[in-house]
């Protein structure tokens, strides 16, 4: 992933306890007190999913996770639909390859988008996830559509550090949705 999932709320400031990938851990504990779980980021800042295509093998599934996230289209723009959808694909290959779990993390808002847009950038990459996620029968916590449900009755700007970059409320926003959905594959 990119700069969400490393922790950077207003950036330089990294919060890395106060991001969704440590928040989850900490709620899993809760649940599990007895079981060995770790929360591992290889995320970088600023990276977008070619890159982080590149690296995959050697940085990410090197750790042999047993549930992978991949949560790059807030810096995906950049590249484009295209080219984000050969690098996410190529990632969800390896991972299966490899016998992984996976689970697709459509993005975070960013306040220079119109979030109700079914035109904005965001909302492109959003589908094209949730388009990979049914391809490949994997995993998905949609952020962007619980995002999508908060703006129609509050204040985005309540859960965002900077304009691209969730506050802690915001990162307990997409931590809850990654244990919803771990509550619903347990059922």
């Known amino acids: ?93 390896e991972a299966m390859a490899n016998g992984t779990k996976i689970i697709l993390m459509t993005p975070t808002p960013d306040l220079k988008e119109d979030i109700l847009s079914a035109s904005s950038e965001l909302a492109k990459h959003s589908s094209q996830i949730r388009l990979l996620a049914q391809k490949y029968q994997i995993g998905l916590v949609d952020s962007y559509r619980l995002f999508q449900e908060i703006a129609k009755t509050e204040d985005l700007k309540d859960y965002m550090a900077q304009s691209n970059h969730i506050n802690e409320e915001g990162h307990e926003v997409v931590a809850n949705a990654i244990l919803d959905f771990f509550s619903l594959e347990s059922k």
């Open 1 to 93: 992933g990119h700069s969400v999932p490393t922790g950077y709320f207003e950036t330089p400031h990294v919060n890395t306890l106060g991001s969704y990938p440590q928040i989850t851990l900490k709620n899993v504990k809760k649940i599990f007190p007895y079981a060995v779980v770790n929360s591992i980021t290889t995320s970088i800042g600023g990276e977008q999913s070619e890159q982080g295509a590149n690296r995959f093998g050697k940085e990410g599934l090197t750790h042999r996770p047993d549930v992978l996230f991949i949560d790059y289209a807030l810096n995906d723009r950049g590249i484009g639909l295209e080219r984000a959808k050969i690098a996410w694909e190529k990632m969800i290959q």
